[in-house]
Structures are given as C-alpha cells and as structure tokens.
Antibody, heavy 115, light 112 residues
Framework: QVQIVQSGAEVKKPGASVKVSCKVS????????IHWVRQAPGQRLEWMGW????????RYSQKFQGRLTVTRDTSASTAYMELSSLRSEDTAFYYC?????????WGQGTLVTVS | DVVMTQSPLSLPVTLGQPASFSCRSS???????????LSWYQQRPGQSPRRLIY???NRDSGVPDRFSASGSGNDFTLKISRVEAEDVGVYFC?????????FGQGTKLEIK
C-alpha cells in the first residue's frame, strides 16, 4: 500500500524560501517519479515539476524555473520541494504525488502561507 | 501551455440522478505513441485529489462503476450514472500529453 506523508504547514515572509518534504513508503522509492502540484485559493491545480529518484533527473514548469528546486534523499525515501523568493501569490497547498502510474497516490498536502 | 476548459463550473444534481462533466483541451491530447493522457480527479472538501479515471476511460481500482468516461482528441466527458451523497466535491480533468501538465478549473458537484 503506497503511503505518502508530507511535512507540516509553514508560514513565511515575502522573499524567503520554503522547503517541503514528501516521504514515501509501500514501494521502492527509486522506481517512480515524484511530482509536485500546488493549489492556490480559488485557483486551479498547477503542476510544478518532478524528480525521478532513481537518477535524480528533474523537470520544471517554465513558470517556476529559477525559483524551484526538487531534490531527493534515497536513504530516507524522501523528496523535497524548495521554492525561493516567495511572494503572496505563492500561498497555496503544495502536494506531492507518486506511484506506478501518474497521479495515482497523493500526499495530504502542505499549506504554505506567505505573509 | 495547453488550456483545459471544463463545463459547467457548478452542477447541482438530485440524488439518484445522472451527472455529466465536460472537458475540452486547446490542443489534441493524442500522443505520438497512440495514448491519450487525460485523467479525471475527484477532490472532496478538505481532501487531496483522488484519481478516478486514467487514459480517458480506465477506471481506477476502488472507483464505483457508476463512474464512466469517454472522449478523444480535444473533447472528453465524465459521467456518473446515479449520484450519491459521497460524490459531492470538485471534479478536475488533467492532461499529461504536453508539458507542463495542466488541469481544468474544476466542476463543483453539489446535491440539489
């Protein structure tokens, strides 16, 4: 049974950075990409980027290039999403998703508030 | 980016009645390998999204068979044959043929 657990809520000042973790269990961590998606209040879901834990390859949406860094720690079966130069518009729930097929399993979400 | 447009934005339905959700893409979602990467998600209040359907019409494990989906190219539909109270929430379509993957704005299903 795939289980994905994210780190807790964060409150940050404008201009700061935030790092959200995503711990995976129930399957071999290095087998499947981990995707990051965010949902701002009143906005549609937005795909940010992904990392393949097996080889560390990443791909980012152009919108977040230069501000988004996705990393992983294979020994801890954990992926990380770091977003820098935060602004009020970055206030959102941030989700990670992974599994054998795209979007099959999601974390519980992490609320990041920029204020 | 591919724009996904859903309609209606709000869908009030009487319990036991059918519901239909529409999703249109600004570009064809048919990939060069012959697959069409269009999925449907349900998001209940206060919960993470849950995938219901993948590759246009394949129901995920545990999804009731009252949910069905169809479509091709740019035009897709999700149907619920008989709405139950637990179906309340927002339904999103998502394309994963073109990067970045994009979602529709969602259709909110409520009980009339």
């Amino acid at each position: 049974q795939v289980q994905i657990v994210q780190s807790g809520a964060e409150v940050k000042k404008p201009g700061a950075s935030v790092k959200v973790s995503c711990k995976v269990s129930g399957y071999t961590f290095t087998n499947y990409p981990i995707h990051w998606v965010r949902q701002a209040p009143g906005q549609r879901l937005e795909w940010m980027g992904w990392i393949h834990p097996g080889n560390g390859k990443t791909r980012y949406s152009q919108k977040f290039q230069g501000r988004l860094t996705v990393t992983r720690d294979t020994s801890a079966s954990t992926a990380y999403m770091e977003l820098s130069s935060l602004r009020s518009e970055d206030t959102a729930f941030y989700y990670c998703a992974s599994g054998p097929t795209l979007g099959i399993s999601w974390g519980q979400g992490t609320l990041v508030t920029v204020s | 980016d591919v724009v996904m447009t859903q309609s209606p934005l709000s869908l009030p339905v009487t319990l036991g009645q059918p519901a239909s959700f529409s999703c249109r893409s600004s570009q064809s979602l048919l990939y060069s390998d012959g697959d069409t990467n269009l999925s449907w998600y349900q998001q209940r209040p206060g919960q993470s999204p849950r995938r219901l359907i993948y590759q246009v019409s394949n129901r995920d494990s545990g999804v009731p068979d009252r949910f069905s989906a169809s479509g091709s190219g740019n035009d897709f539909t999700l149907k619920i044959s008989r709405v139950e109270a637990e179906d309340v929430g927002v339904y999103f379509c998502m394309q994963a043929t073109h990067w970045p993957y994009t979602f529709g704005q969602g259709t909110k299903l409520e009980i009339k």
